[in-house]
């Protein structure tokens, strides 16, 4: 099992497993959101806490609704708006607790039609500022 949840944790979810490839899309709404799309089998992946918590926003071909945290605003995830299709169409892999993204393909599909994406670095990693201090671990979710 695999947990992901939004800054605040009032959205949470479960995925049976991590997955092996993540989506980069450039469209004119995903590379506002920044998300890096999973999508999961139906049935393998669950909101366990925050059903309720979340906003909502129906764009262009009107058959996704992108949910976002109400209370922090972190874009959690994609629902398909015809009933015969799954509840959580696709979930924002950057919610994931513990993803190692050197264990996950990052798939680019150019639906912006401008063959530009943010996902890549011509440096490694800056440190992190020494004032931010260790990660908060009191809240397993986080």
Not at 49 to 73: K, M, N, P, Q
Not at 125 to 142: I, L, M, Q, V, Y
């Amino acid at each position: 099992m695999v947990r992901a949840a939004c800054h605040c944790t009032a959205v949470r979810f479960e995925l049976a497993q991590a997955p092996t490839w993540v989506l980069d899309c450039n469209c004119t709404i995903c590379r506002r959101y920044g998300a890096l799309w999973t999508y999961p089998e139906a049935g393998s992946a669950k909101i366990v806490g925050g059903a309720d918590a979340t906003d909502t926003y129906i764009w262009g071909d009107r058959e996704l609704a992108f949910h976002r945290c109400s209370t922090c605003g972190c874009i959690t995830h994609m629902a398909a708006l015809d009933p015969r299709g799954p509840q959580i169409y696709g979930i924002n892999a950057r919610l994931i607790l513990d993803l190692d993204p050197a264990h996950v393909k990052v798939r680019q599909k150019d639906n912006g039609h401008t063959g530009v994406f943010w996902t890549h670095s011509s440096a490694p990693p800056e440190a992190s500022h020494p004032s931010n201090g260790p990660p908060d671990t009191s809240n397993e979710w986080r």
